[in-house]
C-alpha cells in the first residue's frame, strides 16, 4: 500500500491562495483524514489511474495543499479532481467517518470559477448542461436517439464516440404522454399526498419508469402529485461544479415542492442532490431553514414504500435479476436494504448479488462523457461481474447507471419500481 504524503496545520485560506473565499473545501473536514487507505480498494479512479493522487486520502492532500499561501490551481490538480467520479464510495469505506462527497463538492465549484480551463472544455461541458438538463430540448433531439449507437463507430473522437452510444432508443407514444398531475389512489388505506420528481433524463428518455413509479405508489395508498417544473433539480451541475446554476434550480425545487407532506424521488443523482440542499443552502439567510426543511422531506421511492406495509397485492414475476447498487443511493444516501427488500418480496423473483458492489460503473453523472476511457473500463468490469450472477435481467435505479451498463452487457436492465410495477398488475416485462 503506498502512503500519503502527512498533513500539517492546515490555515483558513487567505486571498492569495488557490481557493477562493466562496465556499472553500474546510479545513476541519480535511483533518479529519488519517490516511488509513481503506478508501482505495473502493475508488474506482485509483483502481483504474494506480496514482495515488488518484485516491480519496491523495486528492485530501491537494484539497490541504489549495489552502496554502501562495498557491494556485494548476493542471495536475485539476487532472487529479477531475478523475474523481463523486461516487462516496470511499464515503462508506472510512472508518474515521471523513465527508469526502462534502469536500469534494466545495472543491469542484473552485476548480470551474478559478481552474486553468480552456474555453473549448467550458464550452463542452456548457453544452452538455443546455442539452441533457432541459427536458424539452431532449424531447426534441430524442426521435433521432436511435442512429447514435449506429453513428458512434464511425465517430473517431472518444467523448462524442461516447455521447453517442449511450443514447437509448425512445418510444414516440412515450414522449407525446405526460404524467396526470395527480393522481388519486383507490388503495384502502390511504397515506396522503406525495410530491413525484419527475426529473430531465428521466422524464424523456425513461419516461416508462416514471409512469410504473406514480402506479405503484398510488397503488400503495398515495396521492401523487407530478408537478411539470422545475425541469431539472441541479443534480448534474452540483456533481460537476457548477454551483450557481445548481443553486438556483434547488431553490426552485425547494418553491415548488416544499408544501407536499413528502417529496419522492426515482433517481438515485436526484435524490442525493435534494438531500443536500440543506448544507448547500445552510449559510444562506432566506434560504437555509427553508433548505433543511425540505432536504428533510425527501425520500427515495424505495425508502418511502419500505416505511410501510404493502398493501398492494404481488403477483408471481419469475425471473432472476442482479442488482446494481446505484452509487448516488447505495453510498450517498446509504440506501441498500430498502430495494433489495421490495424485490425479495415479488413472488418468483431470485435476487442475485454481484461481485465488487461498491465499484461504480463509471457513469457518474456526466463522467463517461468527460472522461471516456476510465469510464469504459469501469463499465466492461461491472458488466463482467453482473453477467457472471447468471442473471437474465439487471436491476438499477438511476437512468445514467442503466445507460452505461447497457454499452457493455447485453441484458434488459429494469429500474426496481418497474418490476415492481409488472407484479402488481400481473404483468410480464
Known amino acids: 500500500m503506498s502512503s500519503a504524503p502527512?498533513?500539517?496545520?492546515?490555515?483558513?485560506?487567505?486571498?492569495?491562495?488557490?481557493?477562493?473565499?466562496?465556499?472553500?473545501?474546510?479545513?476541519?473536514?480535511?483533518?479529519?483524514?488519517?490516511?488509513?487507505?481503506?478508501?482505495?480498494?473502493?475508488?474506482?479512479?485509483?483502481?483504474?489511474?494506480?496514482?495515488?493522487m488518484d485516491s480519496p486520502r491523495g486528492r485530501i492532500v491537494l484539497m490541504r495543499v489549495g489552502h496554502e499561501p501562495g498557491t494556485e490551481i494548476s493542471e495536475a490538480m485539476v487532472t487529479h479532481f477531475d478523475r474523481c467520479l463523486g461516487c462516496m464510495a470511499c464515503v462508506t469505506a472510512c472508518p474515521s467517518g471523513v465527508?469526502?462527497?462534502?469536500?469534494?463538492?466545495?472543491?469542484?465549484?473552485?476548480?470551474?470559477?478559478?481552474?486553468?480551463?480552456?474555453?473549448?472544455?467550458?464550452?463542452?461541458?456548457?453544452?452538455?448542461?443546455?442539452?441533457?438538463?432541459?427536458?424539452g430540448r431532449l424531447r426534441a433531439l430524442a426521435p433521432g436517439a436511435a442512429l447514435g449507437p449506429k453513428l458512434a463507430p464511425l465517430v473517431p473522437v472518444p467523448r462524442l464516440k461516447t455521447l453517442l452510444s449511450l443514447a437509448p432508443p425512445v418510444k414516440p407514444k412515450s414522449l407525446l404522454r405526460p404524467l396526470p398531475k395527480v393522481r388519486a389512489t383507490r388503495a384502502p388505506s390511504k397515506r396522503?399526498?406525495?410530491?413525484?420528481?419527475?426529473?430531465?433524463?428521466?422524464?424523456?428518455?425513461?419516461?416508462?419508469?416514471n409512469a410504473a413509479t406514480v402506479r405503484v405508489l398510488a397503488a400503495e395508498g398515495w396521492e401523487v402529485h407530478s408537478p411539470r417544473s422545475p425541469r431539472c433539480c441541479g443534480a448534474l451541475q452540483l456533481h460537476a461544479g457548477f454551483e450557481d446554476e445548481a443553486l438556483g434550480l434547488a431553490k426552485r425545487t425547494i418553491a415548488t415542492y416544499e408544501a407536499y407532506e413528502a417529496i419522492a424521488v426515482n433517481v438515485a443523482g436526484c435524490g442525493s442532490a435534494m438531500k443536500d440542499y440543506g448544507h448547500l443552502l445552510g449559510d444562506d439567510p432566506e434560504w437555509g431553514e427553508r433548505a433543511r426543511a425540505f432536504s428533510a422531506k425527501v425520500r427515495d421511492v424505495h425508502e418511502l414504500l419500505s416505511e410501510h406495509e404493502p398493501?398492494?397485492?404481488?403477483?408471481?414475476?419469475?425471473?432472476?435479476?442482479?442488482?446494481?447498487?446505484?452509487?448516488?443511493?447505495?453510498?450517498?444516501?446509504?440506501?441498500?436494504?430498502?430495494?433489495?427488500?421490495?424485490?425479495?418480496?415479488?413472488?418468483?423473483?431470485e435476487l442475485l448479488e454481484p461481485a465488487d458492489w461498491e465499484l461504480c460503473c463509471g457513469s457518474a453523472g456526466i463522467y463517461n462523457l468527460l472522461q471516456p476511457q476510465a469510464a469504459a473500463e469501469l463499465g466492461r468490469r461491472k458488466a463482467a461481474n453482473l453477467l457472471a450472477t447468471g442473471a437474465e435481467a439487471i436491476a438499477a435505479a438511476n437512468p445514467g447507471c442503466s445507460l452505461q451498463i447497457a454499452q457493455h452487457l447485453d441484458l434488459p436492465i429494469f429500474h426496481p419500481m418497474t418490476l415492481l410495477d409488472l407484479s402488481l398488475r400481473g404483468a410480464r416485462p
Not at 419469475?318 to 453510498?331: E, S
Open 192 to 209: 396522503g399526498r406525495v410530491a413525484f420528481m419527475q426529473g430531465c433524463v428521466q422524464r424523456v428518455f425513461f419516461g416508462d419508469v
Open 6 to 52: 502527512e498533513l500539517g496545520s492546515i490555515p483558513h485560506a487567505p486571498p492569495s491562495a488557490a481557493w477562493d473565499k466562496q465556499h472553500p473545501p474546510e479545513p476541519d473536514l480535511i483533518k479529519d483524514c488519517v490516511h488509513c487507505g481503506f478508501c482505495l480498494p473502493t475508488c474506482p479512479s485509483y483502481a483504474v489511474f494506480e496514482d495515488e
Open 99 to 135: 465527508q469526502y462527497d462534502k469536500l469534494i463538492e466545495r472543491t469542484r465549484p473552485q476548480l470551474e470559477r478559478n481552474g486553468p480551463r480552456s474555453r473549448r472544455e467550458h464550452l463542452y461541458r456548457r453544452a452538455i448542461f443546455e442539452v441533457m438538463t432541459h427536458p
Open 311 to 349: 398493501q398492494a397485492v404481488r403477483h408471481e414475476l419469475p425471473m432472476r435479476v442482479a442488482y446494481h447498487d446505484a452509487c448516488h443511493l447505495a453510498h450517498a444516501q446509504g440506501v441498500r436494504k430498502p430495494p433489495r427488500e421490495l424485490l425479495r418480496a415479488i413472488p418468483g423473483l
